[in-house]
């Protein structure tokens, strides 16, 4: 499994940049695409997921309403789109796959993991 992650920089805060996910090298052909962040120091956090095949997309109390996952039109590629960040969105956001949705916030369902992509926001 091949992750590449982009997107992330420096933000102030009210920002609204958009992270990019392109998977590749996979077992199968439409996968569950997450997003996970983890602060300095703090435990990865699942952002929000979305299938490839289809369905509704599922994300975290905390970016409801600010943050939109989406898939891309490539196969097995994924966006988040942030608005309204804050400090506290600050992190390393990774993009990781799994077959299916089932307990997508769960980090230790998920390898391997890519390099991650920076968000400061300041």
């Known amino acids: 499994v091949q992750l590449v992650e982009s997107g992330g920089g420096s933000v102030q805060a009210g920002g609204s940049p958009r992270l990019s996910c392109a998977a590749s090298r996979l077992l199968y052909n439409t996968n569950c695409m997450t997003w996970f962040r983890q602060s300095a120091g703090g435990e990865r956090e699942g952002v929000a997921a979305?299938?490839?095949?289809?369905?509704?997309?599922y994300y975290a109390d905390s970016v409801k309403g600010r943050f939109t996952i989406s898939r891309g039109n490539a196969r097995n590629t994924a966006y988040l789109q942030m608005n309204s960040l804050t400090p506290e969105d600050s992190g390393m956001y990774y993009c990781?796959?799994?077959?299916?949705?089932?307990?997508?916030?769960?980090?230790?369902?998920?390898?391997?993991w890519g390099q991650g992509t920076q968000v400061t926001v300041s």
């Open positions: 990781v796959v799994k077959r299916t949705c089932g307990s997508w916030a769960s980090p230790t369902l998920y390898s391997p």
């Open positions: 979305i299938h490839t095949g289809g369905g509704d997309p």
